[in-house]
Nanobody, 125 residues
Framework: QVQLVESGGGLVQAGGSLRLSCAASGRTFSSYAMGWFRQAPGKEREFVAAISWSGSVTHYADSVKGRFTISRDKAKNTVYLQMNSLKPEDTAVYYC??????????????????WGKGTLVTVSS
């Protein structure tokens, strides 16, 4: 059974940092792009970041560019999201995702194959 399990969420003050992890199991994701979406209360789920299967190509939403960094460890089947300079508007449930479609297409793509259950990030002002 394929599973994506997120961890690392929590409460942090504005300006602080958190690192999210997503551990994949049940199959190899070496040929899949992986990434993150988020959903704030009362809002639609939105794209945050994606990384290619090789780890050499990354894509970010404009709202997080320069503050968030996505990376992956293929040997561990794990993807990370380092979040710095956090703002209250970053408060959301963050979901890990995996799909064969390249990450450049993810912002407008509604057919993501695999999802995690999410981890809550709360940024206080």
């Amino acid at each position: 059974q394929v599973q994506l399990v997120e961890s690392g969420g929590g409460l942090v003050q504005a300006g602080g940092s958190l690192r999210l992890s997503c551990a994949a199991s049940g199959r190899t994701f070496s040929s899949y792009a992986m990434g993150w979406f988020r959903q704030a209360p009362g809002k639609e789920r939105e794209f945050v970041a994606a990384i290619s299967w090789s780890g050499s190509v990354t894509h970010y939403a404009d709202s997080v560019k320069g503050r968030f960094t996505i990376s992956r460890d293929k040997a561990k089947n794990t993807v990370y999201l380092q979040m710095n300079s956090l703002k209250p508007e970053d408060t959301a449930v963050y979901y890990c995702a995996a799909d064969r479609l390249g990450g450049s297409n993810w912002p407008d793509y509604s057919g993501i194959t695999f999802w995690g259950k999410g981890t809550l990030v709360t940024v206080s002002s």
